[in-house]
């Protein structure tokens, strides 16, 4: 059963630079990946104090870096070094008891068959939609999933792009349960679809290795007015 060990790593380290640490940590969350220049500017940190705390969180294999080549370098120079979240450094955040859930599923499909865990998922994602159902705010419809996501716990955004939006979740709670149930993903992706009142296409998920969940929300279909 998860504990949150990788936080407590992190909060509890004797020594002043603890509290920092747990921000950049959590700037890397909240962003999916991050050069150390985007935290230093973001967290008004020295490039020196950045590299410690990135190597302490390195060290305790709470992160891991990948390569990221900037468009249009091809070929030249070094290709940039990106920070990104391990699962150990996400289990932190869960407040979930990962094993306990699973067991408890897994027990219903020996009870009650197959059925009983994709059942479940929907009711899960029900009670969600449920209580998001009066999304319509200050904010495009998108924002307030976002903003409603993002209570629950999966530090979502969204991004624009030029055939609509993604919606970004840059944590995942659940992400050990949708692994192991991918249905919990389906399930989830179809109360965005009703709360938005739109078609969406999940391009990508936690459970399933990738960085960030992301979800396609296109843009509506104009018919153009014949002349």
Do not use: W
Not at 11 to 19: E, F, K, L, V
Not at 71 to 86: D, I, L, S
Not at 166 to 190: D, G, K
Request: glycine share 8%; with cysteine; aromatic share 6%.
């Amino acid at each position: 059963m998860k504990t949150g060990q990788p936080v407590e790593y992190v909060a509890t380290s004797h020594d002043a630079d603890a509290g920092t640490r747990t921000r950049v940590l959590e700037e890397i969350m909240a962003r999916g990946s991050a050069t150390a220049g985007d935290l230093a500017k973001q967290l008004e940190l020295t490039p020196a104090a950045v590299r410690r705390h990135l190597t302490a969180l390195t060290e305790g294999g709470l992160i891991a870096t990948r390569e990221r080549r900037t468009p249009g370098t091809r070929g030249r120079g070094r290709p940039a070094k990106v920070f990104v979240p391990t699962d150990q450094g996400r289990a932190g955040f869960d407040h979930q008891y990962d094993e306990l859930a699973i067991d408890v599923l897994n027990y219903l499909v020996a009870q009650h068959g197959e059925a009983a865990v994709p059942a479940y998922a929907r009711f899960h994602f029900a009670q969600f939609a449920e209580r998001h159902a009066d999304i319509s705010s200050d904010v495009s419809p998108a924002d307030a999933l976002a903003r409603a996501l993002t209570a629950d716990g999966y530090m979502a955004t969204v991004q624009s792009v030029p055939s609509g939006q993604q919606l970004c979740q840059h944590h995942c709670p659940v992400a050990a349960v949708a692994s192991t149930f991918p249905i919990f993903c389906i399930a989830e992706t179809e109360a965005f679809s009703q709360l938005l009142g739109s078609h969406v296409q999940r391009l990508a998920t936690i459970a399933h290795g990738d960085g960030v969940c992301t979800t396609h929300i296109p843009r509506p279909v104009t018919k153009e007015v014949a002349r």
